[in-house]
């Protein structure tokens, strides 16, 4: 069994997608099976995190993934983690992740990144592709400082971008420009399927609504909180790593 975590109150607006009595394009609740789809078929930071999981050792021991949203990277922390607390603010990706991705050391559970609290702290602090969603920056990565064990391991990446936000047609575009190679990778039911779901209107609604850091700022914001962490350029986004070690310097 996944270890306790004390689970908070998330107002009810907010686990239902909603905001002022609209759909919040920020929020996965109406498209969250479909999501999962395109998370199994688009995964563009496998890859990094997969090397970055490889440098750690022993295995064993506890593991968070804050915005885990349908439980394939905290389902692939099973391999090597013995305790897994997977939580999302999404109820819809949380219930698709319990459901396609059960494993008797993974808990799942609906709630916001703030409210997650666990006196015992974890071994490995993972979030990847979430950040950007937050309100309050800082204020998450001090929350997820505070999570991790003394020699444990911090995992964070996120999107960055030149400016904060992209047109409708940039997406557009790049959804175009991917075809071609998703067809090669996937064949060609599976790529014309991340095409439309990459040009419907929920997912670009979504993706209008976000806004990112430049690779500047990301280094500058993550390293304030984390002292001596190693970053890594990963194209669209950027990675850290940071070790809680003695002092601050030790990342």
Known sequence: MAGRADVRDVPAERQHGMRGGHVDPQ???????????????????????TEALA???????????????????????????????????SPALVETARLRRPHARIRYEALDLHDIADDR????????????????????????????????????????ADSPAAPRWAYVTGAAYELPRDIARLGRRDAWWLYRFRTSRSWLAHLLSDRYLSRRQFEQRYGAVFPGARF????????????????????
């Open 232 to 251: 890594t350029d990963l194209g669209f986004a950027a990675g850290m790593v940071w070790r809680n070690g003695v002092g601050d310097g030790d990342g």
């Open 121 to 160: 702290g974890f071994d490995l602090v993972l979030s990847l592709a979430t950040l950007h969603h937050v309100p309050d920056l800082d204020a998450a990565l001090r929350h997820l400082r505070g999570l991790v064990r003394p020699g444990g391991t911090v995992i964070l990446a996120d999107n960055v």
């Open 27 to 49: 929020s996965f609740d109406s498209f969250a099976g479909d999501y999962a789809r395109y998370s199994d078929l688009h995964d563009p930071l496998g890859e990094w995190l």
């Open 55 to 89: 440098e750690l050792a022993p295995a064993g021991g506890r593991a968070l993934d804050a915005g885990c949203g349908s439980g394939r990277h905290a389902h692939a922390l099973a391999a090597t983690y013995d305790d897994i607390f997977a939580a999302d603010l």
